[in-house]
């Protein structure tokens, strides 16, 4: 009911005006239909083993009325031995998501009127990073530009290679598309939603000629060849972003981590929810660490499956990106992406197409299972 008192027609006047011309992210669809075959958001095919589960229910009793542990001590202690590193080195986060937002605001100042970013007369310091700036790659992780806008930061987006390559540094240079002082660089390694993967030797070149935060989001790293975990542990201003959610099978959980040095770690802490990570996302995830080879066993087949679908769809006249994740990155044959998009739709088979004028031709097909898989190129050939 409407409080004459106030005369509040229209409350959005209250929202502060960056969040009313705010576009908000776009998460892939969760639709349910009966019989959908769901390549959309590159989850895992394959349920959490059987310990995960036995270890969630077991922990679904009275204890629910508790706190949860609030830095997710056992978890990161754990994943500390598993990386040969210590607590101090590591923070969890309500997903990864959650994690790269945190950055922004612990490392990026938000932008304030022109007067107060010119320097102080007389006060020119030695270092001075373009402390407003979020910096990374497109196309990447859509979510980076609007953590940025969120924050009230800058935005720069440099283009990749038209192969998905990071630029060499020359060319970062020579382009002036590339600021080596932004405050905070995210970098998709591998890259999403191309697939691509980087060599750990080249974003080491990059981390070390970067003066600001660099964050490498490995979110899909276990179905790459490489991972630049080391990078995090032997450089102070690189941070690595790790998830449970793609290749551990517990997108539901919400259960991500950042590695790095323990001053930076330590800023994290201190801005965090006080109960950030929730209590079962915790025993799952801890159960998670006690299986690993059963899930490296699932990379392996989700890496066969990958690579067996990129050729049976090249065979039909898609172009296919090599890919070092879960997904693949196609350009189809015949008619449009959007097209592709919704034949598939009504065979009830779901994939994800950008609008992105960068990729607005090509499809982003989740790995699945082989019989998803085989789907997926059944229906393919019989468009064609
Ligand atoms: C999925 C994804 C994330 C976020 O994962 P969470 O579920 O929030 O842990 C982060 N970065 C990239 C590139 C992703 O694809």
Redo the contacts with the bound molecule.
């Keep these: 009911m409407e409080n004459p008192q106030f005369g509040i027609r229209d409350p959005r006047r209250l929202i502060r005006p960056l969040v009313r011309r705010l576009r908000p992210y776009v998460p892939g669809e969760q639709p349910k239909i009966k019989g959908l075959i769901k390549l959309n958001?590159?989850e895992n095919p394959y349920p959490p083993s059987p310990r995960v589960l036995a270890a969630v229910r077991a922990a679904i009793d009275g204890r629910l009325r508790l706190y949860p542990n609030p830095t997710a001590q056992l978890l990161r202690e754990k994943l500390a031995r598993l990386h040969c590193c210590r607590p101090e080195n590591i923070v969890v986060?309500?997903?990864?998501?959650?994690?790269?937002a945190m950055a922004v605001r612990a490392f990026v100042e938000p932008r304030a009127g022109q007067e107060s970013r010119q320097p102080r007369a007389g006060r020119t310091p030695a270092f001075r990073p373009s402390k407003s700036l979020v910096q990374f790659f497109t196309p990447?992780?859509s979510?980076y530009p609007v953590l940025a806008e969120i924050h009230g930061a800058a935005i720069n987006a440099a283009p990749l290679g038209a192969d998905f390559s990071i630029p060499s540094l020359a060319s970062l240079r020579e382009a002036r598309q590339w600021d080596f002082r932004a405050a905070l660089t995210f970098v998709?390694t591998p890259n999403?939603p191309s697939g691509r993967g980087y060599s750990t030797a080249q974003l080491e070149e990059l981390c070390c000629a970067q003066k600001g935060v660099v964050v490498l989001?490995e979110?899909?790293v276990d179905f790459a060849r490489e991972n630049a975990l080391a990078l995090a542990l032997n450089y102070p201003h690189v941070l690595v972003?790790r998830?449970?959610?793609?290749g551990y099978s517990l997108?539901s959980q919400?259960?991500?981590y950042l590695v790095g040095h323990p001053g930076l770690i330590g800023a994290l802490q201190k801005i965090r929810d006080s109960y950030n990570v929730n209590g079962l996302g915790q025993v799952a995830a801890l159960a998670t660490l006690d299986d690993l080879p059963r899930y490296r066993a699932n990379f392996r087949k989700i890496i066969a499956t990958r690579e067996r679908l990129g050729r049976e769809l090249e065979a039909l006249g898609f172009q296919v990106f090599p890919s070092q994740t879960n997904f693949i990155l196609v350009r189809p044959p015949g008619f449009s992406a959007r097209n592709w998009l919704q034949k598939l739709r009504d065979r009830k088979i779901l994939v994800r197409w950008f609008s992105d004028p960068h990729v607005r031709g090509y499809l982003r097909i989740t790995v699945g299972t082989p019989d998803e898989a085989a789907a997926l190129v059944k229906a393919a050939k019989e468009f064609l």
């Design positions: 958001t590159n986060g309500n997903g990864s998501d959650e994690l790269l990447s992780y979510l998709t999403a989001d979110a899909y972003a998830t449970f959610s793609k997108c919400r259960v991500g």
